[in-house]
């Protein structure tokens, strides 16, 4: 079956039997669970509208024990908006470059996934003109220790900001740069080898408001992260660096971080507008694999 009669088949399931699922709020200051729901069968465009709603109001929807395919992955996935492909091309799902592979197993001397692509707090590909609405993680392989995700709430973050904060961010735009995070795990991790000149001019450096505005929430967000905001714009370097210190600490406080632990076949769908997220790199010995499809996004606007 191809992708596209997959999807004609759960568009289709608005005229299907609705499926009994249920979607429960995780304690803590992000998330629910949602049972009940098999993407093997069809999706309804209502049952879509009540978990994007969902996803909207907690920043993390988490689906249990979804036995699914990479096509029907990307399938799904597609639902909430066009799919955005991973510049490492070495690293997407055959036949589904819309997969990102993340895992820490290394076949033949050579890594089969991106071992650090949580190694750092981050919004998955802010560093797009249209950066990612969210992502759909796939569990295939998981440890029996280790390997949790942890994600923090970016509008809890600036709700808590002080108020001479705020109005010092008003207005204040940040670089966001992929080519900057790349070298810097580089140093980190022997996986990692040089860019291609293409693959550089593929990701260039964008500007973003600091503060945004979630299109669908409407809440303020603090939009920087410590994987790929390299600055804030007109500001002197140390001043920047003291800056993007204290709002990267003031957002991963305790109180503001959900940590996912793992189980067979999860698909977690995370907004990327409202959370950043960070995933420690599972040592090699504990096997560990997931597949990333990544939506895209708007235009960021204060």
Do not use: C
């Not at 699914?68 to 908006?81: D, K, L, N, Y």
């Not at 992502?135 to 220790?145: K, T």
């Not at 003031?250 to 959900?258: D, S």
């Amino acid at each position: 079956m191809t992708v596209a009669s997959l999807e004609r088949t759960q568009q289709a399931g608005s005229r299907a039997s609705a499926q009994d699922f249920s979607i429960r709020a995780i304690d803590g200051p992000l998330g629910a669970e949602i049972t009940g729901l098999d993407l093997n069968l069809p999706v309804s465009d209502e049952e879509l509208k009540r978990i994007r709603s969902a996803f909207v109001k907690y920043g993390l929807v988490v689906f249990r024990d979804q036995r699914i395919t990479p096509e029907q992955h990307v399938a799904f996935s597609r639902r909430f908006g066009p799919l955005q492909v991973h510049v490492l091309n070495r690293f997407h799902v055959a036949q589904h470059p819309e997969l990102l592979i993340v895992s820490n197993v290394v076949e033949n001397g050579q890594p089969i996934g991106l071992v650090d692509a949580g190694a750092d707090w981050h919004s998955d590909l802010s560093y797009m003109p249209k950066p990612s609405l969210g992502s759909l993680l796939h569990a295939q392989e998981l440890p029996p220790e280790q390997g949790d995700t942890l994600y923090a709430n970016t509008a809890n973050a600036y709700d808590t900001l002080p108020a001479d904060v705020k109005q010092l961010l008003a207005g204040k735009r940040a670089v966001h740069s992929y080519v900057y995070r790349y070298h810097r795990l580089q140093k980190l991790s022997p996986w990692r080898p040089d860019l291609t000149q293409k693959q550089i001019d593929e990701v260039p450096e964008v500007e973003h408001p600091v503060i945004i505005t979630h299109p669908e929430s409407g809440r303020k967000i603090l939009f920087v992260s410590e994987g790929f905001t390299s600055h804030i714009v007109g500001l002197p370097r140390d001043e920047s660096d003291d800056l993007l210190k204290f709002l990267h600490e003031h957002t991963i406080r305790a109180e503001n971080v959900y940590r996912h632990r793992w189980q067979a076949h999860d698909i977690v769908f995370w907004d990327n507008r409202s959370t950043v997220h960070y995933a420690a790199i599972t040592p090699q010995h504990l096997r560990r694999t997931l597949y990333r499809a990544t939506v895209e996004g708007d235009v960021p606007v204060f």
